[in-house]
């Protein structure tokens, strides 16, 4: 049979597929299901692979809002987030989310065109030229890799959901050069790559650690963000040993917050109780400034780390005793050990120190956002999501004093403290767990740096609440001007009617004028959720 050009164009694309295609694929053998992106010139083969894959994707209205919500997915359902951009400007918009996924390793891929093969820092002026974009994001992220052809692209995507399952997880970009992006190439069937297990100790490193927290007077555990799937052999182990467990920001609720050995989100306040502890066994934690307050470790005898990477275990300070391994396998063998050796400890003295805790917490830092919290306390369920923002609301109250009865439910830029988080969260844990009660609880600065993504939420039709704290603009900063003598400049703000932007914007939106009718606005937001967000604004001097 003699094959026409027409025969051959066609059988031509039912036998090869773009870069493009093959990198989607790629994403939905490895069981991505939603992509955070926004389209452009050069990503558009992408999307024509997007296009009948079964992966939902979500437009917000900056790629800063794509990083954001990849970042809070991951945060919140314990999947890797995905973010797509276009050359230049689309990839420089989304490092900053990016290096606040870094800051606290969240696993998010994100995925752009680069140059043309030879058009590599060339000057040329080609559309969306950026001197070295890669090198950009390499700077940024955990690695940034220049693909070459589609065969490359995937290996890439499988490589990092494999390496995520047994490394600390952080963000990766992967660089496809537009002409390679676009060109076909023969269908290759890939599938994910074989995931090792969980990773165990050594196990004489188990028995000495063992032996430390059994001699120890006053054990304490520090869980961070790396013990957030250890809740079972946490909670066992702390039980068997009679010691309390408190947590960093990103491990809160690692430990039931309502567990009586949960000393709770303790740092920055309870320094004096916890510097207490002889022996401190820390679980996940690079213990970084916001972490753990270093005269917290003054009176130790003994510090004991358990982390999944090792120049972990020994960053900022080196351990009596390391452990590398996955946090929740790791948490077993201790607790192996322990009991077949019948070891164990009685619990009332734990529990003492952690209620204590608890109280120091209240007492030391805001009382003002005690009254707010333990309001949504009362009318959030166990399994809500909240996200926070770089506001006093949310660092100096929801992190420690709202109670959670798990992790993934705090959605917070720990350590890169960055504003415009927590609404763009919201979209990435509402998509990410339909049917969860979300809340986004920021300050009128931090919601101004995200408004617009209102807009996604709304076209998504996610019904998550907003409530805006609103005390002029820069509330935080203001007063370390005025700590300073240095007159306030910049911080006190015009701040537009949030509610009317909100109602433009396509939310439904109110005002409360108290406590009460905040927290029965929100109450009622739960009760009967719109079609998309509700936002309720409120003076912080009517709450606090
Ligand atoms: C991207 C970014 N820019 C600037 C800052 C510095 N900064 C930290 S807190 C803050 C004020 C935030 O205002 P708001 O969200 O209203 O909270 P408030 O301090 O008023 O409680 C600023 C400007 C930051 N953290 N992130
Ligand atoms: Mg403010």
């Not at 991951?74 to 870094?102: D, K």
């Not at 120190?353 to 333990?374: E, K, Q, T």
């Not at 935080?476 to 006190?492: A, H, K, N, S, T």
Request: aromatic share 4%; net charge negative.
């Amino acid at each position: 049979v003699a094959l026409t050009d027409n025969d051959m164009t066609a059988l031509t694309a039912i036998l090869t597929e773009s870069t493009g295609e093959a990198v989607v694929r790629a994403l939905a053998a490895n069981g991505v299901q939603h992509v955070f992106g926004i389209p452009g010139t050069h990503n558009l083969e992408l999307y024509r692979g997007l296009h009948g894959s079964g992966i939902r994707h979500i437009t917000p209205r900056h790629e800063q809002g794509a990083g954001y919500a990849a970042d809070a997915y991951a945060r919140s359902t314990g999947r890797p987030g995905v973010v797509i951009t276009t050359s230049g400007p689309g990839l420089l918009n989304a490092l900053t989310s990016l290096a606040t996924a870094y800051a606290d390793s969240i696993p998010v891929l994100v995925i752009s065109p680069g140059p043309a093969v030879g058009l590599e820092r060339a000057d040329s002026g080609w559309l969306h030229e950026v001197k070295d974009q890669r090198a950009a994001a390499d700077a940024v992220l955990e690695r940034s890799v220049r693909c070459h052809s589609a065969a490359q692209a995937v290996h890439e995507i499988h490589r990092l959901f494999a390496e995520w399952t047994t490394s600390r997880p952080r963000p990766v970009h992967l660089e496809i050069p537009i002409d390679v992006l676009e060109a076909h190439f023969p269908v290759v069937p890939a599938a994910p790559l074989t995931r090792p297990g969980r990773v165990a100790a050594d196990p004489a490193a188990v028995a000495s650690a063992l032996e430390l927290l059994l001699a120890a007077r006053r054990p304490l555990v520090l869980a961070g963000g790396g013990s957030v799937d250890a809740g079972a052999p946490l909670a066992a182990l702390a039980e068997l040993l009679g010691c309390p467990v408190v947590t960093t920001t990103t491990g809160k609720g690692a430990l039931p917050e309502s567990h009586p050995l949960s000393g709770g989100v303790a740092v920055p306040y309870a320094t004096e109780l916890l510097a207490d502890a002889d022996v401190l066994l820390v679980v996940g934690s690079e213990l970084a400034e916001t972490d753990l307050d270093p005269a917290v470790l003054d009176g130790l005898t003994a510090l004991i780390r358990l982390d999944i990477a090792a120049p972990q275990l020994s960053k900022t300070l080196a351990p009596a005793v390391a452990l590398l391994g996955h946090a929740d396998r790791v948490l077993e063998q201790l607790l192996e050990h322990a009991e077949s050796a019948g070891a164990g400890r009685a619990v009332a003295e734990g529990e003492a120190r952690a209620a204590l805790l608890r109280s120091a917490v209240r007492a030391d830092g805001a009382p003002v956002w005690g009254a707010l919290h333990d309001g949504l306390r009362g009318i959030l369920s166990d399994s809500a999501v909240v996200c926070g923002d770089s506001s006093q609301v949310s660092y100096r109250g929801t992190a420690a004093l709202l109670r959670q009865e798990g992790p993934r439910r705090f959605l917070y830029p720990n350590g890169f403290a960055t504003l415009g988080y927590a609404v763009p969260a919201a979209i990435g844990a509402a998509v990410g767990s339909p049917g969860t009660e979300v809340l986004a609880l920021l300050g009128d600065g931090a919601f101004m740096f995200s408004v617009q993504e209102l807009a996604t939420a709304v076209e998504q039709r996610l019904p998550f609440t907003v409530v805006v704290v609103d005390n002029g603009g820069y509330g935080e900063i203001r007063d370390q001007m005025l700590d300073r003598g240095i007159p306030p400049l910049g911080v006190d703000l015009f701040v537009p009617d949030l509610a009317a932007v909100a109602t433009a914007l396509g939310c439904a939106a109110s005002t409360a004028g108290s406590l009460e009718e905040l927290l029965e606005a929100v109450r009622d937001s739960f009760a009967n959720p719109a079609p998309g967000p509700t936002v309720i604004v409120v003076q912080q001097s009517l709450i606090t």
